[in-house]
């Protein structure tokens, strides 16, 4: 089952309106995101918590990490670059975090509030290599956008 975005973010959009608290975004972005692909094994989002660390947040599949500094792995470098990570083989992303050992491959996406500040990064995982692309990236990072803009 491949994801239909432009219904998801109509979805996303009507659960969502008028929401200002960021953790209910979270979980109600993770939720419907997690259940919209049949890729998707691990979904959820890491919170910037303190400088320089992310926290788990809202998240749907398997334990994952509880504390990633900005330094490490491939949500690190999402929050430190501010730049989308599509990585299609995580074995051969350097300093790569195996939250799960099940994890082939990962898309990584910072999520900025009205500021333009990192608040979090959103995370998803696929137990299959090469799972995600760029359309991907794409309709994800509008999606949190409009969601996230007033906070």
């Not at 334990?63 to 690190?76: A, E, M, T, Y």
């Not at 975090?97 to 082939?104: D, E, K, L, Q, V």
């Not at 090469?130 to 996230?148: H, T």
Request: hydrophobic share 45%; charged share 25%; with cysteine.
């Amino acid at each position: 089952m491949r994801v239909d975005y432009e219904a998801l973010a109509k979805s996303i959009a009507a659960l969502t309106e008028g929401e200002t608290d960021a953790v209910a975004l979270m979980a109600t972005v993770t939720c419907e995101v997690h259940h919209a692909d049949d890729r998707f094994d691990w979904t959820g989002f890491y919170r910037v918590t303190e400088p320089e660390l992310l926290k788990i947040g809202p998240y749907q599949g398997g334990h994952g990490c509880l504390v990633i500094p900005f330094s490490r792995g491939v949500c690190g470098a999402a929050a430190r670059t501010g730049e989308v990570q599509l990585v299609p083989d995580v074995e051969a992303f350097e300093g790569h975090i195996a939250c799960a050992s099940s994890t082939r491959s990962e898309l990584v996406l910072p999520v900025r509030n009205a500021a333009d500040e990192i608040i979090a990064v959103f995370d998803i995982d696929s137990d299959r290599p090469d799972a995600f692309n760029r359309r991907d990236a794409i309709a994800l990072a509008d999606i949190l956008k409009s969601v996230f803009v007033h906070i």
